[in-house]
């Protein structure tokens, strides 16, 4: 019988495997050399490291992780010593697409913003980012893109609101946007480096009026450097969910920032259930197993943001004597209040894992019916653009 390894915080996926292999449940850091040795595949998450100090003499043959991030995993290594590997593009995107509206609403809260006058730099346009840029869309914003890969390409995503000459080079983004949010992989060479993609100098050239967002991967913003500019007050204010040297956070910088967030952008129960599919139907396809077409089933209720429970997913929105803005800040915050993890790692940096661990329910907007009372037509269109399903 073969033998799978599966990170042990992986959800909805105790009890797939186990009719076909011995299933071996372990948390990510304490996935060694020794308990690998004799094993068919990993199903794991970005805390395992795949390597060759991991792998080197072991019997694994496949390597599948449940994020869209891969690099934890040695590719070049894999690949020369005959170790298959997939990541799961995409499965969060939703996820993230609900994190950056709800920052960006926190943030026209916290700074008195008006979103419909403001300029969006979204740098890396593939899954994630071209969901973010609809929901910038969505509550008004401009939107400018950057990706060199699709430009050189000619490939150019529908994107509502943002048509082709939304595309537009780095440094004008740097110039002209409000806000920069980074949604690209971490690459250290070849023609489209990100590591510290926005280094001191980079970040030198914002202005006091700019606000950064980072989830994508920790290195791309040069975090010291970052810090810097934060305490001479050289931007308005950043965001970060992904850190360089995770789980070990620095206190001033997350200190200075307007929200801090334990690497939980792509962390609904929605996007977890996604990426949990993509591996199993991956190692199934890999090895000839009948769970080509497993998906994963009964994602709990709500558990998490400004609202508990059953009753939550369906609610009304009054919009009679509000703003658009208004409105679309409260479905947003309905489902999910970035502020409410924030708080929870500024009350103790030290629970990073913890909390990540630990993540409370988190459904996208998807789950959510809203009944919209006194609202016009675009404002009904623009809550579905941002996922909601809606009633009037």
Not at 268 to 280: E, H, L, P
């Amino acid at each position: 019988m073969m033998k799978i390894i599966v990170d042990n915080k992986i959800p909805f996926i105790k009890g797939v495997f186990e009719p076909y292999a011995e299933v071996l449940y372990l948390p990510g850091k304490e996935t060694t050399a020794e308990l690998v040795k004799d094993a068919d595949a990993l199903v794991t998450r970005t805390r395992t490291i795949c390597n060759e100090v991991l792998l080197q003499g072991s019997s694994v043959k496949a390597i599948a992780t449940a994020t869209i991030g891969f690099d934890h995993i040695d590719t070049g290594w894999c690949e020369a010593n005959g170790i298959w590997w997939t990541n799961a593009p995409g499965c969060n995107s939703w996820s993230v697409k609900q994190y950056i509206s709800s920052v960006l609403v926190r943030l026209a809260a916290r700074h008195g913003l008006q979103l419909d006058r403001l300029t969006i730099g979204v740098i890396g346009v593939g899954n994630v980012g071209s969901k973010v840029a609809a929901a910038a869309s969505a509550l008004g914003m401009k939107v400018l893109l950057n990706d060199p890969p699709r430009v050189r390409a000619n490939d150019y995503p529908v994107i509502p609101g943002a048509g082709r000459d939304a595309f537009t080079d780095l440094d004008t983004i740097v110039k002209r946007a409000d806000i920069i949010t980074l949604h690209v992989p971490l690459e250290k060479g070849g023609e489209d480096p990100t590591w510290h993609l926005f280094d001191a100098d980079r970040l030198g050239r914002l202005s006091a009026s700019q606000i950064l967002i980072n989830s994508s991967r920790g290195p791309v913003v040069d975090n010291r450097a970052l810090k810097a500019v934060l305490k001479a007050k050289g931007i308005k204010g950043a965001v970060l969910d992904v850190w360089e040297g995770e789980p070990e956070l620095d206190p001033e910088l997350v200190s200075l920032l307007d929200y801090a967030t334990p690497h939980i952008a792509g962390y609904s129960a929605d996007g977890k259930a996604n990426g949990t599919m993509m591996s199993v139907q991956a190692i199934a396809s890999r090895f000839g197993l009948p769970l080509t077409d497993w998906r994963p089933t009964g994602i709990p209720a709500p558990t998490h943001g400004a609202h508990t429970g059953e009753e939550a997913q369906s609610f009304t929105l009054d919009a009679a004597g509000k703003s658009r803005q208004q409105v679309l800040s409260e479905a947003i915050l309905h489902a999910f209040d970035v502020a409410v993890d924030s708080d929870a790692l500024r009350g103790d940096i030290s629970s990073f894992e913890r909390l990540r661990g630990d993540y409370p329910i988190r459904r996208e907007p998807s789950a959510f019916t809203i009944t919209l009372a006194n609202g016009s037509p675009s404002l009904a269109e623009a809550l579905q653009q941002l996922d909601f399903k809606v009633i009037r």
